[in-house]
């Protein structure tokens, strides 16, 4: 009889299901709020981040740019860039390469896509235009082409002052028809603005108030841009100009001095990123790949999310470990009482049974956790 007590008291039964009905109830909350998390891996992941990266466009601001001006150099008139940029742009669905078609769309500009299009990744993209070679590109490409002047590095410290992206239209270096190398030049710039996320300041301060600090801006796009957006939007620090695997190189620095780093970005150049860091997090409206290759994918776009998911996740640490713990206990306690003879054959059911309950229960509350509501201003 003894035997059988002890029999059923080491039946696993709460023990077992302790860790799986939690992972569950935390994946369902984040569900129902517009997270989807892909697995409890992740899930119990990021609960552990204590550093956070962040792409701009797409995850920042609204990924919604618009050409705000048109900076001709040279005889070249605004129609003739415009058509230049969009004939190129039109093969790329990068949000800025959109924002120059619908420019050149709005402004009633006529232009035909280009021939011989090849996308330079970080840097921008090249294609026959007209049966002549042109690009549209950032600071960075008009370096590497060796097309950069003093009146072009003058126009574009104005522009990005302002807290604007650059696109940069032009001639690449080239071999003309009679053999004879032609050297490249800048026909105009884009000034192209896109606007801060209005949930993205509340959403920064209630990932610092649950102690993920530092948040880092890793972004492709030029350093004065980086860090006035970054400044406004209460960034802790600002990396511009990075190419995919610099942003991996930044992320491996943080894991280094952090520990667990998450990664939020939308692009396809944000999708290696987003893999090299202990959890992805892809925006809904991102591209496929970057939706792919995260872990967790925030339906609605909003920012605020991440700071629910990792404070879910960390609640669905404690729920586990709680429920081991009590599984465990309870346990522990019966089979020094059935060694001792101090208990029955029902009371041995009741308390295994009745720990399985309890455990499913106490996960369940998971369901009920509200969000966060957001902080009060002081009163004066």
């Known amino acids: 009889y003894r035997a059988l ?3 059923v008291i080491a039946c696993p039964c709460a023990l077992v299901i302790a860790t799986p009905i939690s992972i569950v109830s935390g994946l369902t909350a984040l569900a129902r709020r517009g997270v ?11 609960g552990s981040l204590r550093a956070l990266a962040v792409d701009k466009t797409g995850t920042i601001t609204r990924g919604q740019p618009e050409v705000t001006a048109v900076h001709p150099l040279g005889t070249i008139t605004q129609s003739e860039i415009l058509a230049i940029a969009a004939a190129i742009d039109s093969h790329s669905t990068h949000p800025l390469a959109q924002a120059v078609v619908a420019a050149a769309d709005r402004a009633g500009v006529p232009w035909s896509r280009a021939a011989n299009y090849r996308s330079i990744g970080g840097r921008g993209a090249e294609a026959d235009v007209d049966a002549h070679p042109c690009f549209v590109g950032n600071h960075r490409f008009t370096h590497d082409a060796g097309v950069c002047t003093p009146e072009v590095e003058a126009l574009l410290a104005e522009i990005e002052a302002a807290a604007s992206s650059v696109v940069i239209v032009g ?3 080239h071999t003309g028809a009679d053999g004879e190398p032609c050297a490249g030049r800048v026909l105009g710039v884009l000034a192209i603005r896109d606007t801060l996320r209005p949930e993205v300041p509340q959403a920064l301060a209630a990932l610092h108030r649950l102690g993920v600090s530092p948040i880092v801006m890793l972004s492709g796009d030029n350093q004065r841009t980086v860090s006035a957006i970054a400044s406004e939007a209460g960034i802790d620090e600002a990396n511009g ?3 995919p695997e610099q942003k991996i190189e930044a992320l491996h ?9 998450g990664m939020v970005g939308d692009g396809v150049n944000d999708a ?3 893999a090299a860091a202990t959890v992805g997090i892809a925006m809904g409206q991102g591209t496929d790949a970057a939706l792919e290759t995260a872990d967790i994918a925030l339906l609605n776009n909003d920012l605020q999310k991440v700071a629910e998911a990792i404070r879910l996740g960390r609640q669905t640490l404690r729920m586990i470990k709680g429920n081991i713990v009590f599984a465990l206990g309870i346990k522990f ?3 020094l009482l059935a060694a001792l003879g101090y208990t029955s054959l029902w009371m041995a059911i009741l308390a295994d049974t009745g720990a399985t309950l309890v455990v499913i229960a106490n996960a369940l509350t998971l369901l009920r956790t509200r969000t966060a509501p957001p902080p009060v201003a002081p009163t004066v």
């Open 333 to 335: 306690l019966f089979l």
């Open 241 to 243: 100009d990075l190419l």
């Open 253 to 261: 620095r943080l894991q280094r001095e952090h520990g667990a780093v």
């Open 36 to 46: 989807l998390v892909k697995g409890g891996a992740a899930l119990e992941a990021v």
């Open 272 to 274: 290696p990123a987003l």
């Open 5 to 7: 007590v002890l029999l």
């Open 171 to 173: 001639h690449r270096p």
